[in-house]
C-alpha cells in the first residue's frame, strides 16, 4: 500500500505542540503510563460514537458538508489530557494528550472508523533525546504486551530487527513499518529523526500506527521537542480509504476491489524482496498478513 503522509496536518499538529510547550513546565511526566493526572481519562473506541466520551471542556462536533462529522477535543496549558482507547479486551492508556480527532461519515454505518491521538514525549513535550528514545520504546513495549502485533504493508519487504531499521531509514521519510522489537543505539535514533519514524501494529481488525516527529523549536536546552501521534483505524479506514483515496465509487466497493489490489502490490513485494536478498538482506518468511475479517464475512456470505 502507498501511504502518502500529510506535512502540513503533521506540521500543524507539530505547532500546536509547540505552542503548548511553554506553558507546561511543571506538569509531572507520565509518559506513557504514569497516569498522575487529576481527571478521568477520556474514553474512546472505534464504532458507535455513543460509546466514546465525546463531551467535557475543549469538545467539538464538525459537520461537513459532504456528510462527514468530526468529533474533536483539545486540552488546554496546564491541563493535558489522559486518554483511554478500548477494544475488546484490549486497553491503551496515553498521557500528555494535546488533542483527539474522531472521524465519521453518514454514509459509513460502522460509525467513527479513525481516531488521531497527538500527545508529548512527557508533560513539557520535551526531553533529552536518552530519554525520549526509552520512553518511546517502553509504549512499544507496551503495545506488544498488550497482544498488539507488528504490521507490514503487503507491497513492503518482510524485515526484521536492525535490517527493517536500516531500509526505513533510506527513505527520506518513513514509508516503512518499523519493527518495534529492535533498539536502536542513540546514534542509530538520532539519525532515524530526521525521517519521522513509524510503527503499525495490528489487532483483531484494528489498526494502530504511532509516528513521531522532533524538533528543537520549544527553546529547550539540552532537550529537543517531541510530538507523538498515535492514528487507530478499523478495516474500512487502514484498507478502504487507505488503498483507494479520494475515488467514492472504489472506497464503497473496497471489499470487492482490494484482493486485486493485494495481489499486485505482493507481486512487487517479491521483487523487492529478490533485490534486497541479493545485497545481503535476510527475508522474515515466517511473517504472515493479518487476516482481513470483512473480507471473510462477505466470503461467508457469499457463500450461504
Known sequence: MRIVLSKTLILGAFLLGVLMVAHNRCLPSSFPDGHTMSQSPTLIRLGKP???????????????????????????RGHLGTVEFVDNNRSLMIDNVL??????????????????????????????????????????????????????????????????WLYGSSFPVAIYSLDSEYAPTQEEWNAMLRHDPRWIFYADGVYLEISLVESNMGGFVGKSTYLLTVDIKSEYAFYGLGYFPGNAEKIHRW??????????????????????????????????????????????????
Open 50 to 76: 455513543q460509546n466514546s466520551d465525546l463531551n467535557g471542556p475543549g469538545s467539538s462536533i464538525d459537520d461537513h458538508p459532504t456528510g462527514a462529522r468530526f468529533y474533536q477535543r483539545e486540552w488546554t
Open 99 to 164: 488533542s483527539i480527532l474522531a472521524f465519521a461519515d453518514k454514509d459509513v454505518p460502522e460509525g467513527i472508523y479513525k481516531w488521531n491521538i497527538s500527545f508529548g514525549v512527557s508533560s513539557e513535550q520535551a526531553d533529552t533525546h536518552e530519554a525520549a528514545r526509552d520512553r518511546v520504546l517502553k509504549l512499544l513495549a507496551q503495545l506488544r504486551s498488550l497482544g498488539w502485533n507488528r504490521y507490514i504493508d503487503v507491497g513492503d519487504p518482510r524485515l526484521r530487527g536492525r535490517a527493517a
Open 255 to 304: 471489499k470487492t476491489l482490494l484482493p486485486a489490489e493485494l495481489k499486485k502490490y505482493h507481486a512487487e513485494r517479491l521483487k523487492t524482496e529478490a533485490a534486497l536478498g541479493s545485497q545481503g538482506y535476510t527475508i522474515d518468511t515466517n511473517y504472515q498478513d493479518p487476516p482481513i475479517k470483512a473480507l471473510e464475512s462477505s466470503s461467508s456470505a457469499s457463500g450461504n
